[in-house]
C-alpha cells in the first residue's frame, strides 16, 4: 500500500493562488509510474487537473494550461495553481500509480484537500 497525503487547500478570493502538495510514503519499497492531480466539484464527476509520468512527460487539462504547473520532486508532487477562479472550487485529490515490492502495481488515490474560490 501507497498513502497519499495532501496539504495546501484553503479559501482564496478569485485570482489568488495557491499551491497544493502530496507526499507518498509506504512501508514496502515502492515505485512511483505516475503521479499528479484530479479534482471534483460538488455534482460533477472527478475530472483530470495534471499529471506527471516517470519519463517527464506531463499531461494537463485544458483548463490548466497556462493557470497551474505540475511539479515532482522523487515521491512528492505539487500544484501551483494562479489566477484562480470560482470554476476552480472544488476537492482535489493527489493520485499515484505506483509499483509496491517489485510486483503490484495499483492507482492510490488521498482523501483529497478542498480547494475554495469566492469573493
Given at each position: 500500500?501507497?498513502?497519499l ?7 482564496v478570493?478569485?485570482g ?5 502538495s ?9 515505485r512511483?509510474?505516475v ?5 471534483q466539484?460538488?455534482?460533477k464527476?472527478?475530472e483530470?487537473v495534471?499529471v506527471?509520468?516517470d519519463d517527464?512527460s506531463t499531461?494537463?487539462a485544458?483548463f490548466a ?6 511539479s515532482?520532486?522523487?515521491n512528492a508532487v505539487?500544484l501551483?495553481?494562479?489566477s ?11 493520485y499515484?500509480?505506483?509499483v509496491v515490492?517489485?510486483?503490484h502495481e495499483?492507482d492510490?488515490?488521498?482523501q483529497?484537500?478542498?480547494?475554495t474560490v469566492?469573493?
Open positions: 500500500q501507497v498513502q497525503v495532501e496539504s495546501g487547500g484553503g479559501l478570493q478569485p489568488e493562488s495557491l499551491r497544493l502530496c507526499a507518498a510514503s509506504s512501508g514496502n519499497i515502492f512511483i509510474k503521479m499528479g492531480w484530479y479534482r466539484a460538488p455534482g464527476e472527478r483530470l495534471a506527471n509520468s517527464g499531461r494537463s485544458y494550461e497556462g493557470r497551474f504547473t505540475i515532482r520532486d522523487k505539487y501551483q495553481m494562479n484562480l477562479r470560482p470554476g476552480d472550487t472544488a476537492v482535489y485529490h493527489c499515484a500509480r505506483a515490492a517489485g510486483i495499483n492510490y488515490w488521498g483529497g484537500t478542498q480547494v469566492a469573493s
